[in-house]
DNA sequence: GTCGAAATTTGGAATTATTCTAATTCGGAA
DNA sequence: TTCCGAATTAGAATAATTCCAAATTTCGAC
């Protein structure tokens, strides 16, 4: 798994011009730059909105189709939540996500020490896993 | 939790006249009966089209309500996946879905014994869940 | 650098699942 | 039977996403 730094102004020009097999373009960089930049799970229209402040010639369907790219070269997560629309993740390493009733907000679960989900689970021999998604609601202690 | 037993041909008319705190009407009857009726994981649209066989005149606004009706009242569960059209499940028991790749069918996965996994997250102390979805992806070992 | 092919971007139209709306019908209580 | 709130209905509206076809950019070969 690749580990592209969490910054607060990635510069999207300091991405070289090819990561993890994807093809990096201007419209991927600054769609990429935008999902590092905050630690939060933004729409595609989100994307959209902040990615048009520096690229303001930035089409909703460009987005898209970065968002695509990046999620299918494992550069960025995809969170789906029930109907909502779908969200953006920049964290790739293992977690789970938790969508505040409250709020809205969602967050990052993470797994005790070393747990396998895949472990725990009455799947016939041999089941190959590609893709998992744990999502929980609720709401945070008081 | 209420246990429905699933039976090839649930009949509509043996549903009590209130389940869960639900007033069951005809309509949340035939749908009800219709998910029961196999164990599988039909969309809105197919459980319209099998109501309508014995209920010609149901319409798919008021399937979309029953279907709501029945979820938030725990007789059915709803199955997201991705941004598929939701699907409904009649299994209440404590279960994650798996779908194969190649047939894009639905599958019920268990837990291995008792395992909870709200006890394998580090959430906040206190944290409610009041929901939680699981959802895998891949394919069957050969 | 120039050329052509292939990939990407773009704006707008199209799609699709779902929700909304307003009118009608139903079902139970009085 | 009459009344009232809830449920149903058909069709319109919504919203996220995808599709499309044209324009632009990129890349490799020369």
Redesign the pocket.
């Known amino acids: 798994m690749i580990s592209l730094e969490q910054q607060k102004n990635p510069n999207p020009e300091d991405f070289p ?1 090819e990561l993890e097999g ?2 990096m ?4 960089r600054e769609v990429l730059a935008v999902i590092l930049a905050e630690r939060d799970h933004p ?3 989100d994307v959209f909105t902040r990615a048009q402040e520096r ?1 303001p ?13 990046l999620v299918s070269h494992s550069l960025v997560r995809q969170v ?1 939540f029930e ?4 969200r953006y993740c920049p964290n790739l390493s293992d977690h789970c996500h938790f969508q505040d009733e409250k709020s809205g907000k969602i967050h990052d679960v993470v797994f005790k020490g070393g747990v396998k989900l895949e472990d725990l689970l009455e799947l016939p021999q041999g089941t190959k896993i590609s893709h998992l998604e744990i999502s929980l609601k609720g709401r945070f202690g008081k």
Do not use: D, G, H, P
Not at 25 to 28: G, I, W
Not at 59 to 65: D, E, I, K, P
């Open positions: 011009s994807l093809r373009t201007k419209q991927r729409t595609a229209n690229m010639t930035i089409s909703l369907a460009t987005v898209y189709n970065c968002l695509e790219a789906n109907r909502e629309s779908s």
